[in-house]
């Protein structure tokens, strides 16, 4: 059974810096690209950006130029450094197998200003 794991949330002021980490169980990492997503309080999820499995991301407009999401691929794992955060980043941030999605449990993000 396929497990997605994210980690490294927490509480940082307007301007920080955060990475977050999403470890998948089996092989269905290699052949997939991952994305990641969040939902803010009251609001419906939205994608963040996604990686190919070569490496290529994309990013939606509101994060382009301060997240980098990559992907370390001998450890299943991918990650998204979330750079000048702001209060509007505030979110439940998911990590998702793009190929049959499957969803983690989500980590916490509180970007105080």
């Known amino acids: 059974q396929v497990q997605v794991v994210e980690s490294g949330g927490g509480l940082v002021q307007a301007g920080e810096s955060l990475r977050l980490s999403c470890i998948v169980s089996g092989s269905i990492f290699s052949i997939s690209a991952m994305g990641w997503y969040r939902q803010a309080p009251g609001k419906q999820r939205e994608l963040v950006g996604t990686?190919?499995?070569?490496?290529?991301?994309n990013y939606a407009d509101s994060v382009k130029g301060r997240f980098t999401i990559s992907r370390d691929n001998a450890k299943n794992t991918v990650y998204l450094q979330m750079n000048s955060l702001k209060p509007e980043d505030t979110a439940v941030y998911y990590c998702?197998?793009?190929?049959?999605?499957?969803w983690g449990q989500g980590t916490q993000v509180t970007v105080s200003s």
């Open positions: 998702r197998t793009e190929r049959f999605s499957y």
């Open positions: 990686i190919e499995t070569g490496g290529t991301a």
